[in-house]
């Protein structure tokens, strides 16, 4: 079957052979299904290791809830919802865009590629922008843990007006308020871990902008841009779990 | 031979992606709506089940996992499945270890 072209060497069948065999196809696979097979199956098994590492964190959050669950409805209500919403939605067109952009790779459409790549650019830039307000307000508020960590906000409610005229809190005990310390320390942790996924995920699209337009991934050779997608969709899946567990669980309380 | 051919790259076109775009923010917005109701040990249940919604179909259109082999299939699945069954075993610990005690 398609190894019968091994052996022919005419010229005539010259023009063939290299359309079976163009320059992407690396010696040891025997085609380009194969190759692409094998490498979307490599993309999903780091993938997988990502899962546990932050499936690592999503157990930790759970456990440390389950304990001080009144001081993570507190922390929890410092988070806006507004901003969280917002961000959740500038990441979710960005991967719709980011999947356009691999539709316009297959069919070959280069300034279709680039626009995608960059819009999937800017609105990854949104979202750490946005990111970064919130992060802002939390270091302005003295919740960031560490020396200057302060449990004003959940010993005394009254004293955070902006929160306390939403959810009218009642005051924590002190030594259930130390415990905020704690889902902030999650919080960082994961959102800061997810964002640091995005920073890198958008030095990767700088690079990909930059090679799409001299027309890289438009020639068939769509492996790149395909795999770097899996990885932006995953980031995506990522961040619509971080967004139900810190910002909307504790809401209604 | 013939085993590798049979999956012809699939291409996913613009249609499914807006379709799955909208039902993305569609799900972000029930999500939010149902945050703010009283529905007592409901509510996690909820936000859970509509981000797991959101998320499996990100990974079937979006990452093309209805589309690609089995191999990819049983790789994507395997891995969910080995998650959920250390993150049993971790709660099983941490419930029955120290029981009452908490």
């Known amino acids: ?253 | 031979m013939s085993g590798q051919n049979e999956h012809a790259h699939h291409i996913v076109g613009p249609g499914v992606y807006v379709a799955i775009l909208f039902a993305l923010l569609i799900g972000t917005g029930l999500t939010v709506w149902a945050s703010f109701l009283e529905l007592g040990p409901w509510n996690p249940v909820i936000a859970l089940a509509i981000a797991t919604t959101k998320a499996v179909l990100v990974v079937l259109f979006f990452m093309h996992v209805k589309y690609s082999t089995k191999l990819t299939k049983l790789t994507v699945f395997a891995g969910i499945f080995m998650f959920l069954v250390l993150i049993s075993m971790t709660l099983a610990d941490y419930i029955s270890r120290a029981w009452g005690s908490w």
Request: aromatic share 16%; glycine share 6%; charged share 15%.
């Open chain 1, 1 to 253: 079957m398609p190894d019968s072209h091994a052996i022919t060497h005419d010229a005539e069948n010259a023009d063939s052979l290299r359309e079976v065999h163009p320059p992407y196809l690396r010696h040891h696979f025997n085609s380009t299904e194969q190759q692409a097979d094998t490498t979307n199956f490599a993309m999903w098994l780091f993938l997988l290791t990502e899962v546990m590492f932050f499936g690592g964190l999503f157990t930790a959050y759970l456990i440390y809830r389950n304990w001080y669950y009144p001081a993570f409805v507190a922390g929890s209500h410092q988070l806006n919802v507004i901003w969280g919403t917002l961000n959740t939605l500038v990441l979710i067109c960005s991967s719709f865009t980011m999947a356009m952009g691999v539709w316009c790779a297959e069919t070959r459409r280069r300034k279709g590629l680039v626009l995608c790549l960059s819009l999937t650019f800017v609105l990854g830039l949104g979202f750490l922008g946005i990111k970064t307000i919130e992060y802002s307000e939390k270091i302005e508020k003295h919740h960031v843990p560490g020396a200057h960590y302060s449990m004003q906000s959940f010993l005394d409610p009254a004293s955070d007006p902006e929160i306390f005229k939403e959810y009218h809190d009642k005051p924590l005990m002190p030594d259930m308020a130390r415990h905020t310390e704690l889902y902030f320390s999650l919080y960082f942790l994961m959102t800061g871990m997810h964002a640091l996924h995005m920073i890198i995920g958008i030095g990767i699209l700088g690079f990909m902008i930059f090679r799409a337009r001299a027309g890289a991934y438009t020639s068939g050779h769509v492996t790149f841009v395909e795999n770097f997608g899996l990885y932006w969709h995953f980031v995506d899946i990522i961040w619509i779990y971080l967004f139900a567990l810190l910002y909307l669980i504790s809401r209604h309380q």
